[in-house]
């Protein structure tokens, strides 16, 4: 799977202001409604599902990311989003440290295979410690867009 | 049940292990309906960083440090995947008896 089967370009977002972990999730749910992937209706529900998720262990993996995820009925596909925050968040992440680079999923309740490979994707990827430097110091949600394609077209597509 | 093969000097050119270190290893099967996903993932390094030994996991051909989250997901292992825990270290054994104790438990997942 490569970034652009689930990353939602429209909602990708270079400079989250939000400062805490519901903050954060919230802001990039918003984004995915702004960008017509998930409904205005559903944000609530999607956003305390994440959070439920959260509370069972932090998707913070260390090196400055999360993955913020949930299964949702209100998804036919698996959607996702990209966004960066410059001053970090406290994720309460495996390693300690705050969190900078963040991929939200939100993927139908029967598709588990999907949602491992986007793992998958996501974490091979960030094994490249330049991407992910990168990926944190883009200046724009174009850049990101940029950093993902050129991912995809060296990645192994799986 | 974990076969247990003893270093002998010269067996294996792999610098980063003693001779004198066990390398056990044995076959688990991923039994989460969801695979093995970012929490049971998060559970599998934890465990594994406890040990003093390398802790591998195998799936065919790919092979990945069971200490590193970012490695682990990179198996992308799905329900009914067979994988092979291996454990390299002083302390290999009793690794890997907690580590295949978590797939044998399915990680004490609830099914949702």
């Not at chain 1, 429209?10 to 954060?24: C, F, L, P």
């Not at chain 1, 959070?51 to 996702?80: C, F, N, Q, W, Y």
């Not at chain 2, 802790?55 to 997901?73: A, F, M, T, Y």
């Amino acid at each position: 799977m490569k970034f652009s089967d689930f990353v939602a370009t429209n909602a990708i977002r270079s400079h989250v202001d939000a400062h805490t972990k519901e903050g954060v999730i919230r802001e990039m749910a918003q984004s995915l409604v702004e960008a017509g992937n998930i409904a205005a209706s559903d944000l609530e529900s999607i956003v305390k599902a994440i959070m439920k998720r959260e509370d069972l262990g932090s998707t913070g993996i260390g090196r400055g990311v999360a993955v913020p995820h949930t299964k949702h009925p209100s998804v036919s596909r698996l959607v996702g989003t990209v966004a960066v925050s410059h001053d970090g968040v406290d994720f309460e992440s495996l390693d300690g440290e705050p969190v900078q680079l963040f991929f939200l999923l939100v993927s139908p309740p029967d598709r588990p295979g999907d949602h491992l490979r986007a793992l998958e994707n996501i974490s091979r990827q960030l094994r490249d410690e330049t991407f992910c430097r990168q990926l944190k110091a883009a200046r724009g949600p174009v850049d990101i867009q940029h950093l993902l394609e050129e991912a995809d077209s060296h990645g192994v597509a799986s | 049940m974990a076969s247990t093969i003893p270093e002998r000097d010269g067996q294996r050119a792999d610098s980063r292990v003693s001779m004198n270190d066990l390398v056990v290893s044995r076959e688990v099967v991923v039994g989460m309906p969801q695979g093995l996903h970012a929490r049971p993932a998060d559970l599998l390094t934890r465990e594994a960083r406890k040990w003093q030994s390398r802790i591998e996991l195998l799936k065919n051909v790919q092979r990945v440090d069971g200490k590193s989250i970012l490695e682990v997901l990179t198996l992308a292992a799905e329900a009914g995947t067979r994988l092979v825990v291996e454990a390299t270290g002083p302390d290999a054994r009793e690794a890997l008896e907690a580590i295949g104790g978590l797939f044998d438990r399915n990680f004490n997942e609830q099914e949702n």
